[in-house]
Each structure stands twice: as C-alpha cells, then as structure tokens.
C-alpha cells in the first residue's frame, strides 16, 4: 500500500487488485485516492474508528443531522455556481454527463492521471490504446490522437457541419455546441457527451477487455446510441427513418 523509510511514511500507494479494473470501478479508485490522499500514517500510533462529524470522534443523531444538511447544502451551493452545470441538462443518461464532466474537469482516470495520484502504472500500460504511439492523457486520448479526430471528423460531417478541432475539452466542447444555431446546441450538446462517453467505453474496452479498436463500430455505437436517445428524451417528436439517420443528420435541413 506504501512504505515506510527511515522510520517516515512515504506517500506512494501500490495498489493490488486480484484482476484488472473496469471502467465503473475506476472512478471509486479515483475517488477513493483522492480521499486518502493526505492521509499520512504515524508510526506506533494505534489505528481505529472515529467519527468525523463529531469533535470527540463518537456517533450521536444529532452530529449526522447537522453533517447531511452541510452536505446538502454546500451540493446546492456549488451547483449554483458551477461553470459547466448547463451539461447536466443534456439530452443524455447520467453515466454518460458524468463521464463528459470529469473530462472537462481533467479527472477521468486516465494513466497520466493515476502516475499524479502515485498509483504505479507499467510503462507498457502507458500508451494510448487507440493509437499505441502517444502516452495517455485526457487531451491526448479524447481531442489529440489521429484516430479520435477521426472519429469527431466523421461524426462533424453526420451533423453536416464543419471542424471543431481544439485540443483541451472546453474549448472544443464550447466550439461543437456553437456549430450550428440555438436551437441545435442541445442536440450539439448531447452529440459531444455521446462521443466522449462512447471512446471512454471504447478504450477501457480496449484496455481491461482485450477489445480491438475499430473507427467503424465506434461511429455507428455513437449513432445508434444518440438515436436511443433520441427516443429515451424526447428531443424530437418528429418521425425520422432510422436509416436515414445513421446516414445523415442534416441541422441546417
Ligand atoms: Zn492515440
């Protein structure tokens, strides 16, 4: 888990799993990291239970109270002044928000992102799965490789638009949805968190399953995908050929 040197706990966390992690279990390791992650161990010092919401360290009704109603209240709080809380509002399942969220926030569990949080990675595990010729980043795996910006080229010319090619998540998100005039950012919108949610789910995939990748499959999923929810959200009452929409969505039509 880390070790201790010359009598001091060094800060390193070697974190052994009896099989590989999946995609959802990533997330719990990054939040479980980021929880424990001033956590500093003191030698001879006996460990135990001690309840945070209380000043002596034991349980009481009240305590609980009062830490649920904080909690409550700072989620609100920070929902009302979060910068990119227009996403929560897509036309999309709330796994696939939160996965496009934690990559506008630089905190999906990519390698580059698991090394600052001192979890040890091969240095064969370090390279993009999809291109195997750059090491993993967010602004690398999602916005930089040559076969994701194919994928987002393919998918900018089924929407009948132009590109939006920008390196970091926010700029390229606030570019996409700006494609095409107000009534379409929320198509737009929904567009760019399908396609963040389906290369993610491609490249854990790709790294815990053995998958292959194929640009092919990975564009149709995106379609068949947002036509779901297409249906699931109501974003249109107007029948569409579902032929002719894996084919073209023309927003300007
Ligand atoms: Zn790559």
Same mark, same amino acid.
């Given at each position: 888990?880390?070790? /201790?040197?010359?009598?001091?706990?060094? #800060?390193? #966390?070697?974190?052994?799993?009896?099989?590989?992690?999946?995609?959802?279990?990533?997330?719990?390791?990054?939040?479980?990291?980021?929880?424990?992650?001033?956590?500093?161990?003191?030698? @001879?010092?006996?460990?135990?239970?001690?309840?945070?919401?209380?000043?002596?360290?034991?349980?009481?009704?009240? =305590?609980?109270?009062?830490?649920? =109603?904080?909690?409550?209240?700072?989620?609100? $709080?920070?929902?009302?002044?979060?910068?990119?809380?227009?996403? /929560?509002?897509?036309?999309?399942?709330?796994?696939?928000?939160?996965?496009?969220?934690?990559?506008?926030? @630089?905190?999906?569990?990519?390698?580059?992102?698991?090394?600052?949080?001192?979890?040890?990675? +091969?240095?064969?595990?370090?390279?993009?799965?999809?291109?195997?010729?750059?090491?993993?980043?967010?602004?690398?795996?999602?916005?930089?490789? +040559?076969?994701?910006?194919?994928?987002?080229?393919?998918?900018?010319? /089924?929407?009948?638009? +132009?590109? $939006?090619?920008?390196?970091?998540?926010?700029?390229?998100?606030?570019?996409?949805?700006? *494609?095409?005039?107000?009534?379409?950012?929320?198509? *737009?919108?929904?567009?760019?968190?399908?396609?963040?949610?389906?290369?993610?789910?491609?490249?854990?995939?790709?790294?815990?399953? +053995? @998958?292959?990748?194929?640009?092919?499959?990975?564009?149709?999923?995106?379609?068949?995908?947002?036509?779901? #929810?297409?249906?699931?959200?109501?974003?249109?009452?107007?029948?569409?050929?579902?032929?002719?929409?894996?084919?073209?969505?023309?927003?300007?039509?």
């Amino acid at each position: 888990m880390g070790e /201790w040197i010359e009598g001091e706990w060094k #800060w390193k #966390w070697k974190l052994l799993w009896i099989r590989e992690l999946m995609g959802r279990e990533l997330d719990q390791l990054e939040d479980l990291l980021s929880k424990i992650q001033n956590c500093c161990l003191v030698a @001879g010092v006996k460990d135990g239970w001690r309840w945070k919401a209380s000043p002596n360290g034991l349980y009481s009704v009240n =305590s609980a109270y009062k830490m649920m =109603s904080c909690v409550a209240c700072s989620l609100s $709080a920070s929902r009302q002044v979060e910068e990119w809380s227009f996403i /929560w509002k897509a036309p999309a399942t709330y796994k696939a928000i939160t996965t496009a969220w934690k990559v506008l926030k @630089g905190r999906v569990p990519t390698c580059d992102n698991l090394r600052k949080r001192q979890v040890i990675i +091969q240095d064969s595990e370090e390279l993009c799965v999809f291109c195997k010729g750059a090491d993993e980043t967010i602004d690398h795996l999602f916005f930089e490789c +040559q076969e994701t910006e194919e994928i987002w080229s393919h998918i900018l010319r /089924w929407v009948g638009k +132009q590109s $939006a090619r920008h390196h970091k998540a926010k700029d390229h998100l606030l570019a996409f949805v700006n *494609l095409g005039n107000k009534k379409d950012a929320s198509f *737009l919108l929904g567009v760019w968190i399908c396609t963040i949610w389906c290369l993610w789910k491609g490249r854990n995939e790709c790294k815990f399953n +053995q @998958g292959t990748w194929s640009k092919e499959r990975m564009t149709a999923e995106i379609k068949i995908r947002l036509w779901g #929810w297409r249906t699931a959200f109501k974003v249109s009452s107007s029948p569409l050929d579902f032929r002719r929409w894996i084919v073209a969505v023309n927003l300007d039509g």
